[in-house]
């Protein structure tokens, strides 16, 4: 019947180190987190590498887009060689692209990462924040330096 007991007790024994290991990292998790965090609210950079990075993503579709709108416009959606002008052929090779595809994978062409927004949202905020801060700093300093 001890036996049993004392295995009870080192099976809680190495329980307790295994939650105790967990709970280091969750710690070092929430410093790092914290860190992050504290740095994105301080500094401007941070905030900008979320934008920066959505645009290196979406750099290609982004001119891909340009381009067709700017086709579209040019030849009013439809290309009629009686009516309009003769395509260049770096045009006519992006009209051909935008005809074999279908509109549901057009406008499906940008990436977005579900948290992405929240990011964006977050990320402007700060960067407002900041620009807030380094502007009333500025004023401050204007006031001295006048009064």
Same mark, same amino acid.
């Given at each position: 019947?001890?036996?049993?007991?004392?295995?009870?007790?080192?099976?809680?024994?190495?329980?307790?180190?295994?939650?105790?290991?967990?709970?280091?990292?969750?710690?070092?998790?929430?410093?790092?987190?914290?860190?992050?965090?504290?740095?994105?609210?301080?500094?401007?950079?941070?905030?900008?590498?979320?934008?920066?990075?959505?645009?290196?993503?979406?750099?290609?579709?982004?001119?891909?887009?340009?381009?067709?709108?700017?086709?579209? =416009?040019?030849?009013?959606?439809? !290309?009629? &060689?009686?009516?309009?002008?003769?395509?260049?052929? @770096?045009?006519?090779? $992006?009209? #051909?692209?935008?005809?074999?595809?279908?509109?549901?994978? =057009?406008?499906?062409?940008?990436? !977005?990462? &579900?948290?992405?927004?929240?990011?964006?949202?977050? @990320?402007?905020?700060? $960067?407002? #924040?900041?620009?807030?801060?380094?502007?009333?700093?500025?004023?401050?300093?204007?006031?001295?330096?006048?009064?």
């Amino acid at each position: 019947m001890g036996s049993i007991i004392e295995d009870q007790m080192i099976s809680c024994l190495s329980d307790m180190e295994r939650l105790k290991e967990q709970m280091m990292d969750l710690q070092k998790t929430k410093i790092k987190e914290d860190m992050e965090r504290e740095n994105k609210v301080k500094k401007i950079e941070p905030n900008i590498a979320v934008l920066n990075d959505w645009l290196k993503n979406n750099k290609q579709p982004l001119e891909e887009e340009r381009i067709y709108n700017e086709i579209n =416009r040019k030849y009013n959606g439809h !290309y009629n &060689p009686e009516i309009g002008t003769v395509p260049s052929d @770096a045009e006519q090779v $992006i009209i #051909n692209k935008i005809k074999n595809e279908c509109p549901a994978k =057009r406008n499906r062409r940008l990436s !977005y990462d &579900p948290n992405f927004m929240k990011d964006f949202i977050e @990320a402007n905020y700060n $960067i407002f #924040n900041l620009q807030e801060k380094r502007i009333h700093e500025l004023e401050t300093r204007l006031e001295n330096l006048e009064g």
